[in-house]
């Protein structure tokens, strides 16, 4: 039967949120990739360690899957790495980092995370982090301004405050180690986690392909979904780990 069979062939694809984020970051990947992949979004949600949010996430996960980490879902992913490689067939990266927190950056995550328990209501993205995580372009759109405000409100400080306690670790090893087929996707304009890392990341697994976009910041799943849903779908149809 022709509906069992292209039902079959479809990959499991498991893909990671950021900060703040959930499944309305991947909308448009969700619809695109549809007919190639049964998606699945994982919960960054509950846990403050890479460790706990990893197996909680590989606990809801099918055997094997395609794996795609954007931002903080790409330490998560790089944990997965490390916890079970054997489930991974494919491995995208997506405005995110190998690196760990810098002394600055966790300086800086302590005073967001000391502002977020002032009293008051948590708003998510304010105007400076928005100008941060979207490319300048992009600010007047008041559409995408929108969608991001809702997701970090919706999320709120709670989740906030777990996400940014968990630690960012070096990924060099583990990225070096792997050899299937991998992508790496960046803003060119990305403020967060900007283009150098993304090639730093892409030269420690020679067989990676590294996609730059234009005229995006960091949020790219949502600022240029075409491209993305395109890039991931190219990565998908390559030959998988084995």
């Not at 909308?27 to 960054?44: M, T």
């Not at 302590?110 to 982090?129: C, E, I, N």
């Amino acid at each position: 039967m022709p509906d069992t069979q292209e039902h079959s062939a479809k990959q499991p694809l498991l893909l990671l949120p950021g900060l703040l984020n959930d499944t309305t970051l991947w909308q448009a990947q969700l619809h695109a990739l549809a007919d190639i992949a049964h998606c699945h979004v994982g919960d960054l949600t509950r846990h403050d360690t890479l460790q706990a949010t990893a197996e909680a996430v590989l606990a809801d996960a099918p055997p094997r899957f395609a794996l795609a980490g954007f931002s903080l879902g790409g330490y998560i992913a790089q944990q997965i790495l490390r916890i079970a490689p054997q489930r991974v067939t494919h491995l995208a990266l997506l405005d995110t980092s190998f690196k760990p927190d810098s002394p600055e950056r966790a300086a800086q995550r302590q005073a967001q995370q000391a502002s977020v328990r002032m009293p008051g209501h948590f708003h998510g993205f304010g105007d400076k982090l928005m100008r941060s995580y979207i490319d300048a372009s992009r600010l007047q759109d008041h559409a995408l301004v929108d969608t991001v405000r809702g997701m970090t409100t919706r999320l709120g400080a709670e989740v906030f405050l777990r996400q940014s306690r968990i630690e960012r670790v070096d990924g060099t090893q583990v990225l070096g180690d792997w050899r299937g087929p991998a992508l790496v996707l960046c803003g060119r304009n990305d403020a967060i986690t900007p283009l150098p890392v993304s090639e730093r990341m892409a030269a420690l697994m020679p067989q990676a392909t590294l996609v730059v976009i234009d005229d995006c910041g960091h949020l790219a799943p949502l600022e240029k979904p075409e491209q993305v849903s395109t890039a991931m779908r190219d990565w998908l149809q390559s030959h998988a780990v084995s």
